[in-house]
C-alpha cells in the first residue's frame, strides 16, 4: 500500500469524522470500558448557544478539549465528553423576534404558545448548526448523549434545585430595582448590562422651599425622572445646607412637597452638594430611599415611557419627556443653568437600547445574603470555600484570585426574566388565597389552603440558571442513581474562556454545591484570548476576525488546531497569524512525506516486520537513540498535555518528529535500507515502530492526517490485538521507574548519548560551516575534527560514520593534537574541540567578510533604534502593552541575530 503523493485534508476530514462516529469511538463507556474506577475522565462542554456560529474560541476551546480527551481515551480511560447546547433565552428569543419583525409582527402578535412554539421550530431548522461545525473540527464528542437545556430532564433538574433552594429560603421574591430592557421587555442581570461612555448634561435645578423662604438647587442628569423625587439629600457634615435639614421642598410641576434629608452617601463635591432622590429609578436611591422610609414613585412604563404617575407628562417617551420639563422648568425660571457631563449609558448588550432601572417583582436567589432563618448559606460562601481548599483549582492559578474578587463582592442574583423562551418558573399563586406553591410538577392545589385555582408564574428563569447545573443535569440528575451521574460526576475538568468566569463557572460552582454538596470540577482551565498577528484583539469593527472555517479550507483542519494548541501558553494571549498556519500546514507535510518515505521502503516487508523486543540486541546506535528520543517525547508530552501546557506538549511532539525522525533518524537509516538483509530488515522494523508511535503521540493533535497515514501502516504494526482505527489505539507509554519524574534508560545509557550527541553536533558544526562558505547542499566535502581529550576522538572514531552521512562529507579525518590544521580549510570550535571544512575554489574571504559585516551593521542599528524607543518612558507610557512587549522581543531576536554574525564572522578570521 502507498500514500498519495499529497495530503489531500479535505477528503480525510470528512471520512474520518463521519467514520469514527459511525463506529460508535466516542461513546463513553463503550470502547474503552475500565473497570478501574479512578481510571474515569468526564468533561462537559461550554454549551454553545443554539443561535451559534463558529467562531476561533470555540475552535480554540474544542480544539484542547480533544487533545485531551483523545490522549485519556487512547489512555484506556472511560472517557466522556458530553456535547449540547444551549437555549440562549434572551439571544434566541431576540433572533426569532427579528424573523418576525421581517413579517411585520411582534411575538405579542403571536401569543405566547405561538411564539415558543416558532422558536422551537426555529431550533429544530438552525439549532443544530453549531454541533456540526464541531464535529468537522474533530471534536470528538459522544454524540450519543447530546443535551439540550430545554430536554425534559434537565428541566426537571431546573425544578428540582429551583424547589430546593426555595426550601432553603435560598430564593425570595421582591419588589426591588433592576435593570430593564424596555425593548426586550425583561430584567437583565448586571453582566448583561454593557457600559458606553458619553457625553451628557448637568442640569441645575431650583427646588423652592414650602414656606417660600428661597431654594435649594439640585444637580441631576435626569431632569425627567424628578416627577418620581420623594426627596433631597445632602451631606450631613455640609454646612451650607445644615439649617435645611428637615425643611419641606415643592416639587416643581407636581405640587407635591419633599423634604431635605441627611445621608453621608452624598458627595459634597457633586453638582450643588445637593442630590434630587428618586429611589424607584435610581440604585444609588433605591438604597438611600429604604434607609429613609422614602416612597417609591415609579413614573417610567415598561416601555420607558411616562406612566400615571407622571401627571401632564404621561405617555411621553423619556427623551420627549426630558425636553418638555425642561422647557417647563425654563419658562417657570427654575432652571439655574446646564453644564456638560460624561457619564456611561448603560445598554443591553442584546440590542443596544439604553436599559432603566426599573422597579418591579423579581425572583432572587441569595448568593450573598443570609436567608431569614434556617441552616442554609449564601450560595457564594461554598463555593468559595472549595475553591480556597483545592477541592477545585484553576490553571493558570491566577485566575483564581479574579474568581475570590468577584465571589466576595457579589450581589444576589436576579434571576426572573420577563421572556418567553425558557424554564418558566415553577411557582402558582393561588386566587384564593394569594399565597405561592413551588413545585417540581404542576400542583393540583394550594399548599396553603387547599384552592384549586392557581396560575403559574409568567417570568421565565434567567439563561445561566439551568446553564450552572449543565454538569449534573446532563448526567441523569436529581437521580442520584443515574449511572451516569454515578460514574462521571464530578468532572474532570472544565475548559472556558476568561470571559464567562462569572457567568457561568462561578454560578456552576455554587450550584454544583448546593446541590450534589461536591464541585462540579476538579479543573478549570482557563483559555488564553486570541488576537491577530499584531497583537490586536479581534473585532468586527477592526475587521479583523479570522473565521476558522475559512482557515480550516486554506490550511486544513489539522494545522488549524495544532497551531491553536502549539500557541496555548498559560496565562498569555495567544497570537495567531499566517505564519505560523503555514508552519503547521509544512508541518503536516513534512510527517506526510516522511511516512512515505518509510511505506516506500516496506514494499513487499510486511511479514519481515518485527516487535521491537525481539530485535533488542541486533540495534545499532542509532536506532536505540531514536527508541530513547521516543521515550522522552512520550514521557513529556503526556506530562505537560496533564498539566494542561498544550504549548509545551504539542513542541515536544513537534521537535521529535521534525528534528530527531526526520533531520536526524530518517537520513541515518537510507544506508542500512539501502544494504538489504539483516540491517535493512531492523532498521524497517524501528522505522515501523517509531512512525506507529509518532501517529499515536500526535493523534490528539492532528487526528485526521495520523488516522489517514496509520491505515496504511496498520498491516506492518506488530502488537496484538491491534485495533481497528487509531482513534482508539493505545497511547504509547514509557515503563514507570517508580520514582517520579525519572524515566529508566531503556535504549541507552550515558556513554551510548554521548557518543550519538557528539556525531550530531559535528554534523551541525559542518552544515553551518557549509551554509557560511556556500558550498552547494548536495557537495560530498572532505572534513576534519579534533577532539581536546584523546578519549573522545577513540570513542567518535566509532561512530564517525553518522556525522560523515549527516554532514554529506566525502571524508572526516580526527586530527591528534600535534597535527597541524590543514590548508585551505575553514574551522569552528565546538564544545569538544573543533571542525575544519575544506573551503570551495575561488571563495573570497573579503566578500565574505564583507557581506556579514553590512549585515551586523543592519542588525545593530536595528538594535539601537527599538531601544531607544523601549528605553524612553513617554513611549512605554502610551503604548499598548502587546506593541512594548513586540519591541521587548524585538530586541532580543536581534541580539542573538547580531551573536550568530559576530561569531560567523570570527569563524571567516
Ligand atoms: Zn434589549
Ligand atoms: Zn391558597
Redesign the pocket.
Known amino acids: 500500500m502507498e500514500l498519495a503523493k499529497t495530503f489531500d485534508p479535505k477528503t480525510a476530514e470528512d471520512r474520518w469524522a463521519q467514520l469514527w462516529i459511525d463506529r460508535g469511538y466516542f461513546k463513553a463507556g463503550s470502547t474503552n470500558d475500565s473497570p478501574d474506577r479512578d481510571k474515569v475522565f468526564s468533561i462537559v462542554i461550554p454549551p454553545p448557544n443554539v443561535t451559534g456560529q463558529l467562531h476561533l474560541g470555540h475552535a480554540l476551546n474544542v480544539t484542547l478539549h480533544d487533545v485531551i480527551v483523545r490522549m485519556r481515551r487512547m489512555q484506556g480511560y472511560n472517557t466522556l465528553w458530553l456535547p449540547g447546547t444551549d437555549h440562549a433565552g434572551i439571544a434566541t428569543q431576540n433572533v426569532v423576534e427579528r424573523e418576525l419583525a421581517k413579517e411585520g409582527m411582534t411575538r405579542h402578535d403571536l401569543g405566547r404558545e405561538a411564539f415558543v412554539a416558532r422558536v422551537w421550530q426555529w431550533r429544530e431548522t438552525y439549532g443544530r448548526k453549531i454541533l456540526q461545525q464541531l464535529q468537522r473540527l474533530g471534536a470528538s464528542c459522544d454524540w450519543s448523549r447530546e443535551r439540550f437545556t430545554l430536554d425534559p430532564g434537565l428541566s426537571r433538574a431546573v425544578n428540582t434545585v429551583f424547589v430546593r433552594l426555595w426550601d432553603e429560603k435560598l430564593i425570595y421574591r421582591e419588589r426591588a430595582l433592576i435593570n430593564w430592557c424596555p425593548r426586550c421587555e425583561t430584567a437583565l442581570s448586571d453582566l448583561e448590562v454593557d457600559r458606553r461612555e458619553t457625553t451628557g448634561s448637568l442640569w441645575y435645578i431650583r427646588y423652592p422651599f414650602a414656606d417660600g423662604s428661597g431654594s435649594i438647587t439640585v444637580a441631576t442628569t435626569r431632569p425627567e425622572t424628578m416627577l418620581g423625587d420623594t426627596a433631597v439629600a445632602v451631606n450631613p457634615d455640609d454646612e451650607r445646607y445644615s439649617d435645611s435639614l428637615g425643611k419641606l421642598l415643592t416639587l416643581p410641576l407636581t405640587g407635591r412637597e419633599i423634604p431635605v434629608i441627611a445621608d453621608s452617601s452624598v458627595a459634597r463635591e457633586f453638582g450643588t452638594g445637593a442630590v434630587k432622590v428618586t429611589p424607584a429609578h435610581d440604585f444609588a436611591d433605591f438604597d438611600l430611599g429604604r434607609r429613609h422610609n422614602l416612597a417609591q414613585i415609579s413614573v417610567l412604563d415598561t416601555h420607558a415611557r411616562m406612566s400615571e404617575n407622571a401627571g401632564a407628562y404621561q405617555g411621553l417617551t423619556r427623551e420627549e419627556a426630558r425636553k418638555r420639563i425642561v422647557a417647563d422648568l425654563e419658562a417657570l425660571d427654575l432652571l439655574e443653568k446646564i453644564d456638560p457631563h460624561k457619564l456611561a449609558l448603560g445598554v443591553c448588550s442584546r440590542c443596544d437600547t439604553i436599559v432603566e432601572p426599573m422597579l418591579s417583582f423579581q425572583w432572587f436567589a441569595r448568593t450573598q445574603s443570609e436567608p431569614p432563618s434556617g441552616d442554609a448559606e449564601p450560595l457564594a460562601k461554598p463555593a468559595i470555600r472549595a475553591v480556597r481548599n483545592g477541592d477545585t483549582t484553576f490553571h493558570p492559578k491566577f485566575w483564581e484570585n479574579t474568581y475570590f474578587n468577584w465571589m466576595e463582592h457579589i450581589h444576589d442574583w436576579c434571576i426572573s426574566r420577563q421572556l418567553w423562551w425558557g424554564h418558566r418558573i415553577p411557582a402558582y399563586t ?1 386566587a ?2 394569594g ?1 405561592i406553591t413551588v413545585a417540581i410538577d404542576r400542583p393540583g392545589q ?1 399548599a ?4 384549586a385555582d392557581l396560575k403559574q408564574e409568567d417570568d421565565v428563569l434567567d439563561t445561566w440558571f439551568s446553564s450552572a447545573l449543565w454538569p449534573f443535569s446532563t448526567l441523569g440528575w436529581p437521580d442520584e442513581d443515574a449511572p451516569d451521574f454515578k460514574t462521571y460526576y464530578p468532572t474532570s475538568l472544565l475548559i472556558t474562556g476568561f470571559d464567562i468566569i462569572f457567568f457561568w463557572v462561578a454560578r456552576m460552582m455554587m450550584m454544583g454545591l448546593f446541590a450534589t454538596e461536591r464541585v462540579p470540577f476538579k479543573d478549570v482551565y482557563i483559555t488564553p484570548l486570541v488576537r491577530d498577528q499584531f497583537g490586536k484583539k479581534m473585532t468586527k469593527s477592526r475587521g479583523n476576525v479570522v473565521d476558522p472555517l475559512e482557515i480550516m479550507d486554506r490550511y486544513g483542519t489539522d494545522a488549524v488546531r495544532f497551531t491553536l494548541a502549539q500557541l496555548s501558553v498559560q496565562g498569555r494571549d495567544l497570537i495567531l497569524s499566517d505564519d505560523r498556519l503555514a508552519a503547521s500546514r509544512a508541518f503536516a507535510n513534512k510527517i506526510w512525506n516522511a511516512a512515505r518515505f518509510v511505506l516506500m521502503n516496506l514494499e513487499g516487508a510486511e511479514s519481515d516486520i518485527r516487535p521491537i523486543a525481539e530485535i533488542k540486541d541486533q540495534l545499532t546506535l542509532a536506532d536505540n537513540w531514536i527508541l530513547s528520543k521516543l521515550d522522552q517525547a512520550v514521557d513529556e508530552m503526556q506530562r505537560y498535555a496533564g498539566k494542561y501546557q498544550f504549548n509545551v506538549a504539542a513542541l515536544v511532539v513537534h521537535r521529535f518528529i521534525w528534528h530527531e525522525l526526520c533531520d536526524w533518524y530518517i537520513e541515518l537509516a537510507k544506508e542500512p535500507l539501502r544494504a538489504g538483509g539483516e540491517e535493512q530488515l531492523i532498521t524497517r522494523s524501528v522505522l515501523v515502530h517509531c512512525l506507529d508511535q509518532l501517529l499515536r503521540l500526535l493523534h490528539p493533535f492532528m487526528p485526521f492526517l495520523t488516522e489517514e497515514i496509520w491505515q496504511t501502516l496498520r498491516p506492518y504494526i506488530r502488537e496484538l490485538n491491534v485495533a481497528p482505527h487509531l482513534a482508539i489505539a493505545q497511547f504509547p507509554s514509557v515503563p514507570d521507574s517508580g520514582v517520579i519524574g525519572l524515566r529508566l534508560p531503556r535504549w541507552l545509557d550515558n556513554d551510548g548519548q554521548q557518543s550519538m550527541v557528539k556525531s550530531l553536533i559535528v554534523a551541525e558544526t559542518v552544515n553551518s560551516l557549509r551554509s557560511l562558505v556556500s558550498h552547494h547542499p548536495g557537495a560530498r566535502i572532505n572534513g576534519v575534527v579534533r577532539f581536546s581529550n584523546p578519549d573522545d576522538a577513540a570513542d567518535f572514531g566509532t561512530w564517525k560514520s553518522y556525522a560523515m552521512t549527516l554532514g554529506k562529507l566525502a571524508s572526516l579525518n580526527i586530527l591528534s593534537d600535534s597535527q597541524p590544521r590543514p590548508a585551505a580549510m575553514i574551522f569552528s570550535p565546538f564544545e569538544w574541540g573543533e571542525v575544519g571544512i575544506e573551503v570551495p575554489d575561488g571563495f573570497d574571504y573579503d566578500k565574505a567578510r564583507a557581506n556579514l559585516k553590512k549585515k551586523l551593521d543592519e542588525t545593530e542599528t536595528h538594535l539601537q533604534r527599538n531601544e531607544q524607543r523601549y528605553a524612553n518612558p513617554g513611549f512605554r507610557a502610551k503604548a499598548d502593552p502587546e506593541t512594548v512587549e513586540e519591541i521587548a522581543n524585538n530586541i532580543e531576536r536581534l541580539k542573538q541575530e547580531g551573536k550568530t554574525l559576530e561569531n560567523q564572522l570570527a569563524t571567516l578570521g
Not at 396553603?448 to 384552592?451: A, D, E, S
Open positions: 393561588c384564593r388565597c399565597e394550594c396553603h389552603c387547599g384552592g
